[in-house]
């Protein structure tokens, strides 16, 4: 499963007036990567089916980005997700994005699993810890 990377070039509306990458893209990328990482953890329609076929939902409970150098228009980027660490009701994406193989920004994003009735957290569910190969 590790690394799983997806690839994007940088379209021009993400860019700012200075014509590099708005900041808060950067959180767009990893969702990407991670929503994509997804599919492979759980076959099928990956995100929906957390609640579809597992009575969970999964929200942000915090996001770092650590950016290491200007990301430009039409940049080619690879948005790997390089681990994850695991907790009974969150996991944490470590992420990285790369262009031409150098490290442009560095991230991570903790997920908590919660019911989708009570919002409350809940213990993260079995084919997560299978599909991530934890089990």
């Known amino acids: 499963m590790f690394p799983f990377t997806h690839q994007l070039r940088v379209r021009y509306n993400e860019c700012d007036p200075q014509g590099v ?3 808060a893209n950067f959180l767009l990328y990893y969702d990407i ?3 994509d990482a997804w599919q492979h ?3 099928g329609a990956g995100y929906p089916d957390l609640e579809a ?3 969970v939902d999964v929200v942000v409970a915090e996001a770092n980005v650590k950016y290491l150098a200007p990301v430009r228009f ?3 980027l690879d948005i790997t997700v390089e681990s994850v660490d695991l907790g009974t009701t969150s996991m944490t994406w470590n992420l ?3 262009r031409e193989g150098q490290r442009v920004s560095e991230g991570k994003i903790r ?3 919660i019911s989708p009735e009570t919002w409350k957290p809940v213990e993260m569910p079995a084919a997560v810890r299978v599909g991530l190969g934890t089990v």
């Open 21 to 23: 990458v708005f900041n």
């Open 74 to 76: 039409d940049d080619p």
């Open 33 to 35: 990567a991670c929503t």
């Open 111 to 113: 997920n908590v699993f």
């Open 53 to 55: 076929k597992h009575a």
């Open 41 to 43: 953890i759980l076959g």
């Open 96 to 98: 990285a994005i790369l």
